[in-house]
């Protein structure tokens, strides 16, 4: 049963966090399939697609559904934390020192609370899946000496760059809050205070360059109610045909919500328009 700390978490990371993603209207016309109404509705569509492809997906096999969100979940809030720097290696070293970057920031929500809290994260990952989840919480012992070792070596390249110290701190502070705050709050706190927080605002910084407030502002709320809207409904089918408790139904809701709306927006923003945006900055 979940606690009143963990509805307060589920309910911030509705709020707050899931539509952080209302952006994308915003930068599927920075990419310009805002040009005309066809190109516009052809994205709105691909993206529903995607995100009712991924739904069903795991209602057919949760499992392997939770596995792969939570593998694409560390990839993205990797790729989304780690601020660019050049820092002066082989090209090789890069891409290595990168990867350890990103596993080190996105590793934070799925490997080290869940290794904080693995009783807890166990039982929240059998009510996502409907079943036995323990081979996650295998897989997640596995990762954690490579977490550990990526931030290690993330930590001593600290000493030596000072660029780095920002995103060292930031994980040592993220894996204090871990390991005093229950899992969904420690998640809450991350996803809507870290990630969403900067997603905003590099949105926004980004947006303004080529669309008005006003546009920023409309396809935002639009894709915001139409996400709770689609939440809502989601909810009451969980509660009310699925035979689960309100609480199980709730943290269902919001998880495969955010799984199915992960993939679109994932390649949208990491595959798409960041690199997009770079090259448009570096020119």
Do not use: N
Request: a neutral charge; proline letters at 5%; aromatic letters at 12%.
């Amino acid at each position: 049963m979940l606690s009143p700390i963990d509805i307060f978490a589920l309910i911030a990371v509705m709020l707050v966090g899931l539509p952080h993603g209302a952006f994308d209207g915003a930068i599927a016309f920075f990419l310009g399939a805002g040009r005309t109404p066809l190109r516009i509705t052809s994205f709105l569509a691909g993206y529903s697609v995607l995100a009712g492809l991924y739904i069903g997906f795991w209602y057919v096999m949760p499992l392997p559904a939770l596995i792969i969100f939570l593998a694409l979940s560390i990839i993205h809030f990797g790729s989304g934390d780690i601020q660019p720097t050049h820092l002066p290696l082989d090209e090789s070293w890069q891409g290595l020192f990168k990867a350890a970057r990103i596993l080190s920031h996105g590793g934070v929500v799925g490997i080290v609370i869940p290794s904080l809290h693995s009783e807890e994260v166990s039982t929240l990952y059998a009510i996502l899946t409907g079943g036995d989840a323990s081979i996650i919480m295998a897989i997640t012992a596995m990762l954690l000496p490579l977490w550990a070792l990526s931030f290690i070596v993330y930590l001593v390249a600290s000493l030596k760059f000072e660029s780095l110290y920002g995103g060292v701190i930031e994980i040592g502070v993220l894996c204090i809050l871990a390991a005093f705050l229950p899992p969904l709050a420690g998640f809450a706190a991350y996803f809507c205070l870290v990630h969403s927080r900067r997603h905003f605002r590099v949105i926004w910084h980004a947006m303004q360059e080529m669309l008005s407030r006003q546009t920023i502002l409309i396809t935002a709320l639009i894709l915001t109610i139409v996400t709770w809207a689609a939440a809502a409904a989601a909810f009451y089918l969980q509660a009310d045909l699925a035979a689960v408790s309100l609480g199980d139904a709730a943290l269902r809701t919001v998880f495969i919500s955010l799984a199915a709306l992960t993939v679109p927006h994932m390649i949208l923003v990491d595959t798409i328009f960041r690199p997009t945006y770079q090259k448009k900055r570096q020119a």
